[in-house]
């Protein structure tokens, strides 16, 4: 038996947090507003970005703001301006890096789409993610290899996508490596079950969607679940009434998202898949119309507004003009509000630590959590933190015919990571011949693939 | 070390053949001409047939060629009332049997036709496939159980088509059956080898394609080569030099096969996908287009003909009007020529006897022979074939892309089999949706599956 | 993200256990002391045993403990003298049998010690594992199948041995059982590493088993560990120094052992195979020397006693003469005194309940936890419990040239599992015949297994 | 279709063979024996021996038989003074070497002897077979380097035990080359079915061993058959009577075997694990009793006489004293006859050259041949030889009890040559530990292997 309760702690842990594109104006605000909430532990975040007045911005707001009356935390902020400094001696490692979207995320987009090939968001599979995985790679491999030399037992939290890609190549780079690839795509699900859960059980008003227990299973974006409970009571078995109610799935009008936020999500596309499967799908509608071959033939991108989601267009990705949000925080020009910010990376640090333990989904190498796949790749289950441990669930096997489609994906994601290794460009091309997106013909394909290389070629 | 050159008998086997469908109008025929040239064997063969009548008159055929100067072979052939009469004591049973097409392939092909869905052969997957599935799987049961009680110990030939999933029927129904599935598809390939190997080997103006070996390892109308040889010199390396010579592959101008033979091959597609996985397909274009999801979006059908096929419409499958080829040959408006048929059938009779062993390929449940394919599934590889044997060759393992999308196929195979076992509508549609060619949307694959159902039921 | 935390329910859930072999004079104490504490959860505990004279007396006993003063708990303790009764609407249902000693232990264990080979524990592996798993078959299977028919919700907890075969059965009669299947033998090794890290921890004086965290994969009684943590601090590399430090590891003398509690455990087997296999073997050393060929060729079975363990004589296996203890505690010869048992039973329970999580090590049917042994097969590893739902941990794969050896029995337990479905015993005794234990010749095993099989016969 | 018939060729094929222990008394003599008679190849055979003027003196032979009157053949033979010269632009190699007996046989057999450990041969598994691979690996390593150097398209005849861990070494080292290992015991069991189909076969007097066919499946001197058969006729059936026929097994008297000969086989071990698994092994049992642990445990080495066979004591392994066999031909003090071998080597030449096909039982990396067994282990079973182009044939899977068993060896086998080439003793000496023969406990296995690695240093 091994309890799993918290533990008080005699002494509060001091942690050093070394920060990989701390430069960044979202994630990292969160992270200082949740360490600034965070009393059990202590220590050092050094911020590191190729942008390093964007870090050191960023640490002087995590300064100030820890320094505030109603911060309890007790942390210290340093951007640093390379690479091994930031790693130097680290705890934990968080990467959040995004390449520069006015040269990567328009063209990633944008090219496709003169062949006809739409993408609504363009960072895992299709054109667009096998060019960004294909960037990734030789990053990800110079961020292994300083770890293996700065601190080969730090804790590697990744947050940058293309997920399944980004982490598989830090663990063929330094197998020893401990990195855990984390998203948010299923807490979308465990909303949906907790409305499920407050509409069809008795006596129940509201559920927190943080108890509800969800088994996944698959790839990231493109991952499953089969169970869900709350409080010991199933919710699977609500889908299929909710299925029926929902029917005809694909009946929002064309034009009708135009206002829409990118990220809205009716699930419409997620219950077509389980219609198909008898699984749900645990990720945006907009992720998922990008693995399979059945949602993004249009001839008019507003065609997609049936499915209750709309295509991001690459102008989207832009960061608007003006200062930039840390900007406006230090020059009070807005105020930064200490909230509940749900993100869990602070609790993940401090189930690593030892202080409570979690069981979240995460990107681990396989081995054995999804039975039906292949040992070694990157997949998506359910784990178990504890102090310095990780350990995934057992999540089953994938149904036969979903298995072939999930694995079809794992293969590219693997030959992609192979090729980018050996600097493999046939090979990569192979992988994007057989993407589901790209229905191109041969000529076509290969003209679409040299003018993303070659653009690439030019950053 | 086992020999295995021709053995010469000290008697004749006096052998007994059920051949059900033997009312046909093509392959009975070339069985009458093989028997009525082969010596080394003799015995019964009879024929049953739903159509009484057509069996009637090929007993009558097969009995006048065999009484002529120019036979040497002894055989009877007698036509029978019932599957039982036909396969008591066989002691090998040939399955060559066809729908009515008038009331089958007409509406397999037309209605999907009407849906956008076009497929050129329709026998194997697709809507056509799955249809003619679903028929055959009840057949095949029965024709398991027959042999089960009148002959368990014969061999079983089977020709027709979905050869997969009739050959798979046969094992569910009756697991200790010896039943063989044998196509031609490969041996055009073997003709693809032979004229590369006049092309290129310096000195030699013409090769016998029954020389060309191949090492065949997939499923039926889709399987895959990857190694040719011709008296022990390698073939396969002069793959990419045809394939650069015959590029741009799809340049055959729309119409231009307008009047082509439905069969007309040109090996574009083949090539298509041997530049895509490098591994060449073993089966004609116009079968392998259905496979996949790249070649059958045409807004206009003879868009197909750039890759030098063509549909073959549903007409096409209707015999002709007037007397049948076995009339004419009874009446003397046409004469019954002995020729050297290429047929394999009778070697493959001699070869289980022990009279002269033989490698081919053929359709067998996988033991294997194919590594990374499921085991139990029917898979087509070589195989060798002596005295009472059959023993499939090693192939090794599908390079990993091409496995993901055969994969999916046996998927489908093997979860059509199971519903028809079970008589699940429901599982069969799942296997429809996730088929390749159906690219409908949920309601529109609903409505055209309940059609097929229906037309089917009339029957 | 999902909450791992205690959750304090608004009501205390009331659960209907089903207890067979609630005779027991043992586990029935343990249970009655922690339900007598335990206060979040209330309800019936309904008592069945093939002597219902000891279960109404442990009804009594179970009765008069909760009212008395110092006992908290709500509980109904009632004896039932059916097993459909017992699980009518259980909840919880436990199984705790024992076979009558006097009839079964005493052949198990003097019949082929009179061949030489000599059992230590004879539970689980050897001739009378096996024999015991040929009794035990039938009577899981009525278990089973009464719990389909009466409570096929209820979560089971075997305690039963032969562990792995009873397991198996369970969900071989009734495969969407929910059953478990638990054993002690792990804490033993939660103990040795609590003693290396107060050991070998600077500044660590005692360290609670409870709160080391070990690995475990393998079968129960044969099961391996190859990590150790406590408090995120790597226990498993102290193991080196340890067993230098206790090399040469069968160094007791023959005879010192005469004495020795039978349940002695010095870890000498369990070193010797940790230096054999590069891991740690999580059972006592007397189970261990059953399931390997190296220990037990005996020409005097005080020679045993090197290893610092003893062999148990049948005769260790019979109750005392005069009251049981439960007749004791009635009469008032004995207090029952309510103490910290230390048994997890009822924290399982509490954790199936949804009350609090719980990780512990347990016997489930094989989905991934250990990647390299079949699926399907019992084995041991850790799992998480939570709100009705016991989800295995992965636990990776075993060494490979443990593998094999783990792999031998785990064949031999299903094949057992099978042959006692089918009623074969030519199977069974082909198994027996590759036990390890038994290296008697052809004719000497067929006497033996004849006599043990006939003794059977007689109960 | 693939016709496998004899092809006549046109002209004779030119080969050159390059013979690594060229200097043998035995298979070089049946080499130049068989060469003297084949008439439809000719070319060079080139002797290469760590003694050179053994070598040299057959080369001597080979040319003075070859111009013979009643020799056909039309062959050179050269004696040379390194390994890359034989091997420099050979078509065939041949590796048929042994350590020197006196300096390595002796003490490979009689050091365990002095612990209790008896072995019958010594050349596999075992303490010996573990020495012998350790040697060999080296060796083999560095063959292949050279064959990759000078022959990289050659065909490879290995012929040298231990036979699995010579030829995974051959692809360890080279994974492109085209190694075959060649070995006769299952000869032996085509002859026992042959006396098998004679005797119950009606109307059979004689049967030609080398026209029954034998499914192999399994390790080198420990492989199964499951299937016999006689021109189409099950002979497997015969063997249950045969047992019954020859119970009991261990019935000849110890000391029985005083005189006989070494390669003695009776069958009987045989029979006896037939008896246990179902599946009959294919080996000598002097062979067979290594592999498992219930046949030499010896308090007297006559004992094992009962199974018909006897310990070949080192001795017998030394040449004789005087002038060799090749000596005394060239002296004319005996006379080298012209004989009909048995021997295969020259048919598997011819049919790698495009002869003549044919089919034999060999060593080769599995690839599905035996499906249950590991990927790229090297694995006995049939395989079909034709052009340049050795195909394994399917066997299936071993039943469940032997695979464990089996596997146990390979697992030992891969990991020998994983520790050779990291040159990891320890390593080795686990495999050592977990040999079914050595029952020694740990002190005295190590002091075992000490003493045999020393002695195996002094050379
Ligand atoms: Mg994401
Ligand atoms: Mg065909
Ligand atoms: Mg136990
Ligand atoms: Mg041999």
Redesign the interface.
């Known amino acids: 038996?091994?309890?799993?309760?918290?533990?008080s702690s005699d002494a509060i842990p001091e942690v050093r947090i070394g920060y990989i594109g701390g430069g960044s104006q979202g994630w990292a605000h969160t992270l200082i507003n949740d360490l600034a909430q965070c009393t059990d532990i202590a220590g050092t975040v050094a911020l590191y970005d190729v942008d390093y007045e964007a870090a050191r911005k960023n640490a002087e707001l995590g300064t100030q703001v820890t320094d505030r009356a109603d911060a309890d935390g007790d942390w210290t902020f340093d951007a640093v301006r390379d690479l091994s400094a930031a790693l130097s001696g680290a705890d934990i490692v968080i990467c959040s890096i995004q390449d520069p979207p006015a040269e990567t995320f328009v063209h990633d987009i944008d090219l496709p789409k003169q062949y006809g090939i739409h993408q609504p968001v363009a960072d895992t599979v299709g054109p667009g993610g096998i060019l960004r995985s294909m960037r990734a790679i030789p990053q990800y491999r110079e961020i292994a290899a300083t770890i293996r030399e700065q601190c080969p037992d730090a804790w590697v939290l990744n947050y940058t996508n293309p997920m399944t890609v980004c982490t598989r190549t830090l663990y063929e780079e330094f197998p020893e490596i401990k990195a855990i690839g984390l998203c948010h795509e299923v807490?979308q699900t465990q909303e949906l079950f907790a409305e499920l859960a407050a509409t069809h059980l008795d006596g129940v008003d509201a559920v927190d969607p943080?108890?509800?227990?969800v088994?996944v299973k698959g790839i990231n974006h493109f991952t499953w679940v089969d169970?869900a409970?709350w409080?010991?009571?199933?919710l699977y078995r609500f889908l299929d009434a909710e299925l029926a109610a929902r029917t005809?799935?694909?009946d929002f009008d064309p034009g009708s998202m135009a206002d829409a936020s990118y990220w809205t999500n009716n699930y419409r596309v997620a219950f077509?898949l389980y219609?198909?499967?008898?699984c749900f799908p645990a990720a945006g509608d907009r992720h998922l119309v990008e693995f399979v071959?059945?949602y993004l033939?249009l001839d008019d991108p507003d065609e997609l507004h049936r499915w209750g989601i709309r295509l991001t267009p690459s102008e989207a990705r832009l960061p608007a003009d003006g200062p930039t949000p840390t900007e406006r925080y230090l020059s009070g020009a807005e105020t930064f509000e200490l909230t509940e910010s749900g993100e869990?990376a602070v609790?993940i640090i401090r189930a690593?630590?030892?202080l409570?333990?979690?069981?979240?989904h995460l990107n681990y190498p396989n081995?054995?959590?999804?039975?039906n796949l292949p040992?070694g790749a990157v997949v998506e289950t359910?784990a178990?933190l504890?102090?310095?441990?990780v350990?995934?669930?057992?999540?089953?096997?994938l149904p036969?015919?979903l298995?072939?489609?999930v694995?079809?994906h794992v293969?590219?994601q693997?030959?992609l990571v192979e090729a980018g290794f050996d600097g493999d460009l046939d090979r990569a091309f192979?992988?994007f011949?057989?993407d589901?997106l790209v229905?191109l013909?041969?000529?076509a394909a290969e003209s679409l693939f040299s003018e993303l290389v070659e653009r690439e070629r030019e950053f």
Do not use: C, I, K, Y
Not at 210 to 213: I, L, M
Not at 275 to 278: A, C, E, I, K, L
């Open positions: 038996m091994h309890h799993l309760g918290r533990r807490f943080d108890e509800v227990h088994t169970e409970r409080r010991g009571r199933d005809p799935l694909a077509d219609d198909r499967f008898g071959p059945w033939e869990e609790d690593l630590l030892g409570e333990p979690l069981e979240t081995r054995g959590q999804v039975a040992d359910n178990l504890t102090g310095d441990a350990t995934p669930l057992t999540a089953g096997s036969r015919s298995r072939s489609l694995l079809a293969h590219n693997e030959t192979r992988v011949l057989s589901p229905t013909e041969r000529e």
